[in-house]
C-alpha cells in the first residue's frame, strides 16, 4: 500500500498577476537530497534546507531582468547555473551575494540548463540543440544549429543517466502532432519519434521520465484523464540529424475521473515501477471543488493515497528521496510518501502482516466426524464453535463506529477498556482516520462533561503518530485545563504541526506551575534523566557554603538566592550568576520542552508578549541557568537523551528578549540578568568569529596545491592568518 504522511509548509508562494500561476519555475536538488534549490518564475532563486524547513541563501537577479530558465547546482565546481532573459547564463557560488559574479551572454535562445550529481551541466536550447556548459562558456557566441521545424515548439525536457550514458530528453509540439526526441551526449546522436495522437485538439498536461530495464519509461497524462506509458530503449542505433522518425507505441496505465468537461492544470508523476502520483484530478469519492493530492497503483487500477490540499493547484509536482513537493494556495508543501511492493492483497487492502498470527497459515487436520459421517455433523460442530467465538468476541470487537457511539454517554472506565482493546487489534482499515476520530469523540465530551477525562487513552491515541495538532485541535489546550501535563509533552514531542500560540499557552502555563507542586507523574524518562544529572551535578559543585547546604527538598537551591560569600570564597562556581537552578525538576522538564518545540520567529513573537513581567525574568533565569551549565567543560554530555541544544538555548534567550525589550530595560529586577545575558552573547559571538577564521584557514589550505615530488627530505611552513 502507498501511503502519505503529514506534510509541512517549505516557503510561502509570491503573488503574481496571473492567478493561475504558482510563482514557481522550478525545483532542483543541490548538494544532497536534503538541500533544494527553488526558482520563482521572475526574479529570486533560494536555497532551502528541507528538513529545517528554512532557507540558507537567497539570489535576486536586478529590477527590469526575468529567470527564464530554473536555476541548477552543478556538484563537480559547486555553483549555481540559470538564465536570465533568455540569453544571460549566470554562474555563482554560495558566498556570493548577487548573481552577477559571472555571465555570458549567447548567440541563441536558452530553453533549459540540466544538471545532474557528478555530472557536467547541459544547456538545451529553444531550437533543440544541446551543449556542454563549459565548452558554451569558453565561447559564448558560437553558433547554434538549428534541429527543430519552423513551428516546432519545445514543451518539455529533463536528462537522465542510463549507466554510463547520458541523455537529454524533450517533447515538442508541431501544429497538433507531439514529438519525442532522445538526444545522446556520448558518442552524439539524435533519435525522433512521433506520438500517436489522442482526441483532436488535446495536447498532454504533463510528462515524466524514469529510466529501468535498460529503457527510458515515457509517462504523460492527457486533459480526458488518460495516463499513457511508451518505452524507448537505449540500446538502439541513432541518427547523428535526428531525420528518421520512428512511431512511438503507448499503452494506457489509468483512466482517471474527471468529472465533466476536461483536466485544466494537472501533472501526473511516475513514483516507481506501479505508483504514479497525480495531482489536479478529482478524488473519485470527494466532492466538487476539492483538490487532491493522490498516489494510484497502476498495476491494479486502484487509488492507494488521497491527501486533500489547502487552496488551488496550480498541476505542478516534483519528488526527490520520497519527498513530494507541490505548490498550492499560497504555500509549497513538502509530502513525505512511501510506496511498498505492488501486490494484489496490498491493492484490495488485504495484506496481513508478517508475524501475526492471522498470517500463518492454519494446518488443515481431517475430523473423524468427516470421514465417517460427511461434512454434516462437521459443519454442526464447526457452526456451534463459531456461535461461542463470535459471544466471546463481541465483548472487545467493536467497531470504530460503535466504539464512538460508547464514547458519548458510557462511564469512564468502559470507555478506556474499549478504546484500549480496539488500539490493540491488527485489522483496523485507514488507522489514521479511525485515531482522529476516536481523540475527537473522548475531547468533545471531556469538554462538555467535567467528570469525563481519559488521559490514558488519549495518551494512547497520542503514542500511535497518527494523530497530529491540525486533527484535534483541542486536545492540548484540554490537557492543560485537566493539568495532565505528561501528555502536554508527549503531544508537543509528537506533534509536527503545534501552532505557536498553542506553544506560549504551553509556556505559560508550565512557567506557573508552583515548585511545590513536584509530584508530576508520567513524564517522558529520558527528559527527567537529562534534568537529574543536570541537577545532582550542580549540587556535586555547589557543596556546603560557609557551612550551610541548601535545601534538598528544593533542587539546586529551587529558586533560593545563593548564599553570601566571602571575599575568599567569590571565586566559587556557587555564587556566580545561572549556577542555581531557579526552576523545580519537574518544571524544568516541561520548559525543555517548549525549547525543542518548531516555531517561527514571526508567529511566535505577538504570542510571547502576553507573558508578565516575572514569568519573562524566571524563564531568562533559567536560560541562562541552561546556559551556564551547557557551556562547562564538566557538563555531562547525555547522548541520546531528550536535551535542548545550545543554539536553541541563544535562540530563545534571542526570542525573550526581543519580545520583552522595553520591559526588561526598565525593570529593576533585570539589571543583573541583561548583564549576564549580555557577557553570553558576547562570548558566542567570540566563539562564531573564531570558529570563522578557522573555516577560512581551512578553506585556504584546501586550495594549496601538494607538489608531488618533494625528495626525501623537505620543510614546509604554513602561514595561518
Known sequence: MAALYEGYTLCALTQTQNVSDSGIQGIEVERDSDHVVVTESSRSVTLFKVSDQKPLGSWTVKQG???????VYNSQTQEYVAVSDHKVIRVWKDEDIHLDAFKATVSSDVCRVHAAPGTEPVVLFQRGAVRHL????????????????????????????????????????????????????????????????????????????????????????????????SEVSVQGHATEQGSQVLSLPRN????????EGLLGAASALALDESHVAVVGVPHPSAGAGKDFLCIWNTNFQTLQAGKEMAGKLYGQLWSY???????????????????????????????????????????????????????????????????LSRKSQSASGFTVDQVLELIKNSPTEEVEREVKGLLSRTDIQDLQTSVGLLASGLVLRSLADSAFYTPSSLAQLVHTQCLCHSVCPSLI?????????????????????????????????????????????????????????VLAACRSQGGVQNGFSPDSSDPCGG????????????????????????????????????????????????HLKDLSSPQVILFLQYLQFLYVK?????????????????????????????????????????????LNLQSFVKSQVRLYSELGKLEGSLKELHKMKVQKDIGQYSIEVIELF
Open 65 to 71: 531582468q526575468t529567470l527564464t530558465c530554473s536555476a
Open 252 to 259: 494506457l496505465l489509468l483512466r482517471l475521473p474527471v468529472g
Open 630 to 674: 551547557s557551556s562547562q567543560d564538566a557538563f555531562p554530555q547525555m547522548h541520546g537523551l531528550r536535551s535542548p541544544s545550545l543554539t536553541l538555548i541563544m535562540d530563545w534567550v534571542c526570542l525573550m528578549l526581543d519580545a520583552h525589550f522595553t520591559m526588561l530595560v526598565m525593570s529593576p529586577d533585570a539589571k543583573g540578568l541583561l
Open 134 to 229: 563549459d565548452s558554451l562558456l569558453s565561447a559564448p557566441q558560437q553558433p547554434i544549429e538549428e534541429v527543430l521545424a519552423q513551428e516546432e515548439v519545445i514543451r518539455w525536457s529533463t536528462d537522465i543517466m542510463a549507466e554510463t550514458q547520458r541523455f537529454v530528453i524533450f517533447t515538442t509540439e508541431q501544429k497538433g502532432d507531439q514529438f519525442l526526441y532522445l538526444q545522446r551526449l556520448k558518442p552524439n546522436t539524435l533519435q525522433r519519434y512521433k506520438l500517436e495522437r489522442e482526441e483532436p485538439g488535446l495536447s498532454p498536461l504533463s510528462f515524466s521520465a524514469t529510466y529501468r530495464n535498460k529503457s527510458i519509461s515515457l509517462l504523460y497524462l492527457y486533459p480526458n484523464g488518460h495516463v499513457y506509458q
Open 559 to 606: 529558586g533560593q538566592a545563593p548564599v553570601k560569600t566571602t571575599a575568599d570564597d567569590t571565586e566559587k562556581p556557587s555564587g556566580q550568576p545561572g549556577q542555581t537552578c531557579p526552576v523545580g525538576l519537574h518544571k524544568a522538564v516541561l520548559l525543555n520542552e517548549i525549547l525543542q518545540t518548531s516555531y517561527s520567529d514571526t508567529f511566535i513573537l505577538p
Open 321 to 387: 528521496s520520497g519527498k513530494l513537493f507541490i505548490p498550492h494556495g499560497k504555500a509549497l508543501s513538502v509530502i513525505p510518501y512511501e510506496c511498498a511492493k505492488s501486490s494484489l492483497a496490498s491493492a484490495l487492502g488485504k495484506l496481513k502482516k508478517a508475524g501475526t498470527e492471522e498470517s500463518k497459515i492454519p494446518v488443515l487436520v481431517p475430523s473423524w466426524n468427516t470421514i465417517l459421517h460427511g461434512e454434516k455433523t462437521s459443519r454442526s460442530v464447526d457452526t456451534r464453535k463459531s456461535k
Open 477 to 533: 489546550l484540554l490537557a492543560l485545563e485537566k493539568k495532565d501535563y505528561s501528555l502536554c509533552q508527549l503531544s508537543l514531542q509528537l506533534f509536527p504541526d503545534v501552532p505557536e500560540a498553542v506553544t506560549c499557552a504551553c509556556l505559560k502555563t508550565f512557567i506557573s506551575i508552583p515548585d511545590s507542586d513536584t509530584e508530576i507523574g508520567g513524564l517522558e524518562p529520558d527528559s527527567l534523566s537529562f534534568m537529574e544529572t
